[in-house]
């Protein structure tokens, strides 16, 4: 059996990173900065994607899919939105190897194989969606528009942290077009409503829906809307974005139509999006020194049982009940797995469902047999009972209910103890330092005190909540009056 996870009190980053590789969610690549996701990590994904496309849907959407290559000329028409991203751009020169004909065996560029045109590789791809839409759009019947791709998209990030940052992740990227501003914002809003509802029903973390500052906004964008949540090591994530992009994107690939009066008008843009960091927030927010915990909601199953047995007739007078007990909880949409693998005993079965989250284990042996009982043990608390076996699919039900319901409170009890407010700098530093967590204080609304306060303590100003209350105060840097407190953090 695999040596311990490192503490999270020890080293949190290390636990971090053991966990993700222990637990079978991802490994690093041969491409530098690049992952691996295995099987049981892409599992959990696909619940995640599964879900969301189906919220997407229900609210109108459709999927698309659009070129991962986007020529150089497209991706300079929108300045903030290339500008934004140049630094992170992997570009493509040319297509075509040859043979070297100085070491054999090896291939090396073809310099007669010169693209006439640099293709970026979509670090987002606003830029080849909206020279799209300009062809799809001709008058307010086609409005609104509303796509969502799945996609993989390329950042190339120099210090990469598996789930958390990487070169190339997986997301799915929303790009709408109204006929009003209104109803872009509209749009804007109603999507980062979907985010926050799915990361606090299915993945249990509580967030704080806000704005982002003028310098935190996405490139390009005239608002952006935020989750935020906040990590068991005090630092904040940021969950999920939704981008109200004005009318820039369509000036920028001149996407008119003709409005009821008959005359052109630019429409209206929103693009938002979530990515397999989700991935990184689930595992930070919930688990543990002993793994991963997972949400029953977003398990792969929800519920493992493990044979416990001598000889063949013991197993099979157990098989025989496990796949009874199968077909309850499967005829209750609860997802199952028997273990009936005869490479490893029970304990090291055990311990690796402990390691990947399970969130409920079933142990029968003989003696359950005999009792008509079996082991029920919960993940998150490590707490074990025996329930008789005829009520066992009813309790189990409960149980997932609870533990989904408990993983929440939880992290919102943890949130909400580690946001302080402050009046001083000095409280702001000494809060930060001793607590970490959300910092709410008063802030004058520029980006030169924003700048100060992040170079002096690297909090960044995660959000300004849309409930923050009208509340007369003074910067707590720069002493200058303010309206309202917003919060900050250091964040990944």
Known sequence: M????????????????????????????AVRGCMVIKPYGYAIWEKMQAELDRMFKETGHQNAYFPLFVPKSLFEAEEKNAEG??????????????????????LRVDPEAKLEEELVVRPTSEAIIWNTY??????YRDLPLLINQW??????????????????????????AHETKAEAIEETKLMNGV?????????AIPVIQGV???????????????????????KALQAGTSHFLGQNFAKAFDVKFANKEGKQDYVWATSWGVSTRLMGALIMTHSDDNGLVLPPNLAPYQVVIVP????????????????????????????????????????AKFAQHELQGVPVRIAIGPKDLENETVEVARRDTLTKQTVILDRVSVVIEDLLEEIQGALFTKALNFRNEHITPVDTFDEFKKALESKGGFISAHWDGTTETEDKIKEITKATI?????????????????????NRRVLFAKAY
């Not at 490192?6 to 991802?26: G, P």
């Not at 998209?153 to 790009?175: C, D, I, P, S």
């Not at 985010?195 to 993945?203: G, K, L, W």
Request: glycine share 4%; proline share 2%; with cysteine.
């Open 212 to 234: 982002k500052s003028e310098s935190e906004r996405f490139a390009g964008a005239e608002d952006t809307y935020c989750i935020e949540a906040l990590m068991q090591d005090g």
């Open 151 to 176: 996609a993989n998209v390329v950042r190339w990030e120099m210090r990469t942290r598996l789930f958390l940052r990487t070169a190339e992740f997986l997301w799915q990227e929303g790009h709408t």
């Open 134 to 139: 300009r062809n799809w759009i001709q008058s």
């Open 308 to 347: 416990i047995y001598k000889n063949e007739e013991q197993f099979n007078a157990i098989s025989k009940v496990a796949e009874d007990i199968i077909g309850d909880l499967r005829d209750r949409n609860i997802s199952v797995k028997f273990d009936k693998r005869d490479t490893l005993r029970p304990g």
């Open 195 to 203: 985010y926050a509802e799915f990361v606090e029903n299915f993945m």
């Open 85 to 106: 991203f140049a630094k992170e751009c992997a570009v493509v020169t040319h297509y075509r190897l040859q043979s070297d004909p100085n070491n054999k065996g090896k």
């Open 2 to 29: 695999s040596k311990k996870l490192t503490s999270r009190a020890e080293d949190y980053s290390k636990w971090y990173n053991e966990l993700v590789v222990k637990a079978d969610l991802a490994e690093n690549s």
């Open 462 to 482: 995660r959000c300004i909540p849309l409930d923050a209350k009208e509340e007369e105060g003074v910067c707590v840097y720069s002493g200058k009056p303010s």
